[in-house]
């Protein structure tokens, strides 16, 4: 966000993005694919650029 210049103040009042949704974003909890493909299309990134998948091992094994 530093290097294109959008603050969470622009990405709530320019691009409506919710405050639940960026309070979700910074304590690491459940956010939406709609969510992540519009932060990407702002930002003009990648999934990559702005996540990265943490694998919880103890779901591996209920199966």
């Known amino acids: 966000m530093k ?9 709530i009042k320019k691009y ?3 405050t639940g949704q960026l309070s979700r ?5 459940y956010v939406s694919t709609h ?3 519009m932060l990407c ?3 003009d ?3 990559e ?3 990265t998948h943490i694998s919880d091992s ?3 094994n209920k199966n």
């Not at 290097?3 to 990405?11: D, N, P, R, V």
């Open 3 to 11: 290097e294109k210049g959008i603050t969470q103040y622009s990405l």
């Open 16 to 18: 409506h993005v919710s």
């Open 25 to 29: 974003l910074r304590s690491n909890s």
């Open 35 to 37: 969510t992540i493909d």
């Open 41 to 43: 299309d702002i930002l």
């Open 45 to 47: 990134c990648d999934v």
């Open 49 to 51: 650029d702005i996540m």
């Open 58 to 60: 103890s779901n591996r």
